[in-house]
């Protein structure tokens, strides 16, 4: 991975800038197209069939519910089918292991393992192309009548791997018309080394420190427990929005604006608010897609809970096919149920900083549930929480924190908009590139020693 990042920021990603800007205006789809595909079959090949596949079949789905548009039973039957093969894809690679090791718990079945391996970024772009045809049907976005166009939103390889999720309706003019600029162009530069800077320096020093500690649970204690978990929370926030943040800059390099994807989630004072500043594409798209045509909160309470237990479910299976990601999406989908109905009054009433530490307690328990995959892991990590038969904080543990403390600062420090704040105070000023152009040289010097130097980078939303 280490060395696969390097060739990208170096070979591939300064390759592929100067080819498209050297073609003419109406060829570089057709060339971003070839070079998403050869940078998605990179390590297996046999992978880009799939995406053609899979680009194909959604496009000619799109259009033949555009085509039967005035015949509600065609254009109804076409959705579905085109959604059924979606799913189905999506369920055959990332499920099938799943469900036949479930199934082998029982002692009379052995289901031989089937092994499938899956696809990078196969929930987010199979997302992508669901959402196209929904949106086709619904006439909330034109059909697209370029192939290689739709291709080319679909394997887009700024955000194909690990998202956002980006929607057809809100990039369909940009694949069309879009006029790259030098502005836009540098605002991506600055975006891309924001992003790498979250990734390489702070996502990659959390993982270390997370999975250090986790190395030795039984001598954590309460507080080394707790700390190597903050990591965690640490790790797959940088790890998420710094990739999010790259993907926003390599499209603004080609001329292309995504939404954003996070707004500084662990700032919020409620559940509720961390799932609109979490994952915004995402939640978005079962909103939508999901809650909504379920029938959302028009239905009564009881309706609406069970709509909202279902989205949940979903999300957390979304996530992972194991069993402790759907237990993360009920748990987070019942606290949503508790703080609409129950807990809402009483969390308006408390001070601010009370409201922004329970949330921050349940976030941090709720990575827990996300990060070990077995119960016997999960018990043995919430039992090390709460109990103090293994004391405040183990010596190894006590040392790995101490050394690592300077770099939790500035994590807890960047999750907050204060720099974005500050950075917004002086940025109409005459030299405030001098500053940009050195800030963006001294992250790239540094990740780049980190990621020639380290062995540990992960991007942890690849296998989703």
Same mark, same amino acid.
């Given at each position: 991975?280490?060395?696969?990042?390097?060739?990208?920021?170096?070979?591939?990603?300064?390759?592929?800038?100067?080819?498209?800007?050297?073609?003419?205006?109406?060829?570089?789809?057709?060339?971003?197209?070839?070079?998403?595909?050869?940078?998605?079959?990179?390590?297996?090949?046999?992978?880009?069939?799939?995406? +053609?596949?899979?680009?194909?079949?959604?496009?000619?789905?799109?259009?033949?519910?555009?085509?039967?548009?005035?015949?509600?039973?065609?254009?109804?039957?076409?959705?579905?089918?085109?959604?059924?093969?979606?799913?189905?894809?999506?369920?055959?690679?990332?499920?099938?292991?799943?469900?036949?090791?479930?199934?082998?718990?029982?002692?009379?079945?052995?289901?031989?393992?089937?092994?499938?391996?899956?696809?990078?970024?196969?929930?987010?772009?199979?997302?992508?192309?669901?959402?196209?045809?929904?949106?086709?049907?619904?006439?909330?976005?034109?059909?697209?009548?370029?192939?290689?166009?739709?291709?080319?939103? +679909?394997?887009?390889? $700024?955000?194909?791997?690990?998202?956002?999720?980006?929607?057809?309706?809100?990039?369909?003019?940009?694949?069309?018309?879009?006029?790259?600029?030098?502005?836009?162009?540098?605002?991506?530069?600055?975006?891309?080394?924001?992003?790498?800077?979250?990734?390489?320096?702070?996502?990659?020093?959390? /993982?270390?420190?997370?999975?250090?500690?986790? @190395? #030795? #649970?039984?001598?954590?204690?309460?507080?080394?427990?707790?700390?190597?978990?903050?990591?965690? #929370?640490?790790?797959?926030?940088?790890?998420?929005?710094?990739?999010?943040?790259?993907?926003?800059?390599?499209?603004?390099?080609?001329?292309?604006?995504?939404?954003?994807?996070?707004? &500084?989630? &662990?700032?919020?004072?409620?559940?509720?608010?961390? !799932?609109?500043?979490?994952?915004?594409?995402?939640?978005? %798209?079962?909103?939508?897609?999901?809650?909504?045509?379920? /029938?959302?909160?028009?239905?009564?309470?009881?309706?609406?809970?069970?709509?909202?237990?279902? +989205? %949940?479910?979903?999300?957390?299976? %979304?996530?992972?096919?194991?069993?402790?990601?759907?237990?993360?999406?009920?748990?987070?989908?019942?606290?949503?149920?508790?703080?609409?109905?129950?807990?809402?009054?009483?969390?308006?009433?408390?001070?601010?900083?009370?409201?922004?530490?329970?949330?921050?307690?349940?976030?941090?328990?709720? %990575?827990?549930?996300?990060?070990?995959?077995?119960?016997?892991?999960?018990?043995?990590?919430?039992?090390?929480?709460?109990?103090?038969?293994?004391?405040?904080?183990?010596?190894?543990?006590? #040392?790995?924190?101490?050394?690592?403390? $300077?770099?939790?600062?500035?994590?807890?420090?960047?999750?907050?908009?204060?720099?974005?704040?500050? &950075?917004?105070?002086?940025?109409?000023?005459?030299?405030? !590139?001098?500053?940009? +152009?050195?800030?963006?040289?001294?992250?790239?010097?540094?990740?780049?020693?980190?990621?020639?130097?380290? @062995?540990?980078?992960?991007?942890?939303?690849?296998?989703?």
């Amino acid at each position: 991975m280490v060395f696969s990042s390097l060739v990208f920021m170096f070979a591939y990603l300064p390759l592929t800038l100067l080819i498209y800007y050297i073609v003419p205006r109406k060829g570089r789809n057709i060339f971003l197209f070839i070079f998403n595909l050869i940078f998605y079959g990179w390590g297996e090949p046999t992978l880009v069939l799939l995406m +053609v596949f899979n680009v194909f079949f959604n496009y000619i789905g799109g259009y033949l519910v555009d085509k039967f548009r005035n015949d509600d039973k065609k254009k109804k039957l076409f959705l579905i089918l085109t959604c059924i093969l979606d799913i189905g894809i999506l369920a055959v690679f990332k499920y099938t292991n799943m469900i036949t090791d479930t199934l082998n718990m029982l002692p009379f079945l052995d289901i031989p393992s089937l092994k499938i391996s899956l696809p990078i970024g196969i929930s987010f772009y199979t997302f992508q192309t669901m959402s196209y045809v929904i949106d086709v049907y619904r006439d909330d976005a034109p059909v697209s009548k370029n192939f290689i166009n739709f291709g080319t939103y +679909v394997a887009l390889f $700024p955000q194909l791997i690990a998202g956002p999720i980006v929607r057809y309706k809100d990039v369909a003019y940009q694949l069309e018309h879009r006029k790259e600029s030098l502005e836009q162009f540098t605002n991506g530069v600055k975006l891309f080394m924001v992003g790498l800077g979250k990734k390489v320096l702070i996502a990659n020093s959390m /993982g270390n420190l997370n999975e250090a500690i986790f @190395s #030795t #649970t039984d001598n954590n204690g309460v507080l080394g427990t707790w700390i190597g978990l903050l990591a965690y #929370t640490f790790q797959i926030y940088f790890d998420f929005s710094g990739y999010s943040d790259m993907a926003c800059g390599l499209g603004n390099m080609l001329g292309f604006e995504f939404l954003k994807n996070f707004n &500084y989630p &662990y700032i919020s004072k409620s559940i509720t608010e961390f !799932w609109r500043r979490w994952h915004i594409s995402l939640s978005t %798209w079962f909103k939508e897609y999901v809650y909504i045509p379920l /029938g959302g909160n028009r239905r009564g309470v009881k309706r609406q809970i069970i709509n909202l237990l279902i +989205v %949940w479910g979903l999300t957390g299976l %979304w996530h992972g096919a194991s069993w402790n990601f759907l237990l993360w999406g009920l748990y987070y989908g019942l606290l949503l149920i508790l703080e609409k109905f129950v807990l809402k009054k009483f969390l308006d009433k408390l001070p601010s900083f009370l409201q922004h530490i329970y949330t921050m307690i349940i976030v941090i328990i709720g %990575w827990g549930l996300f990060k070990f995959t077995t119960i016997s892991e999960l018990g043995s990590c919430f039992a090390d929480m709460f109990n103090f038969a293994n004391g405040i904080c183990g010596a190894e543990a006590y #040392t790995l924190i101490v050394s690592y403390l $300077p770099i939790i600062i500035v994590a807890a420090i960047a999750s907050t908009p204060l720099a974005a704040k500050l &950075y917004s105070r002086f940025s109409d000023t005459r030299y405030i !590139w001098i500053a940009e +152009v050195i800030f963006c040289l001294i992250i790239l010097v540094i990740s780049t020693a980190s990621l020639v130097k380290q @062995s540990y980078n992960p991007f942890l939303y690849f296998r989703f």
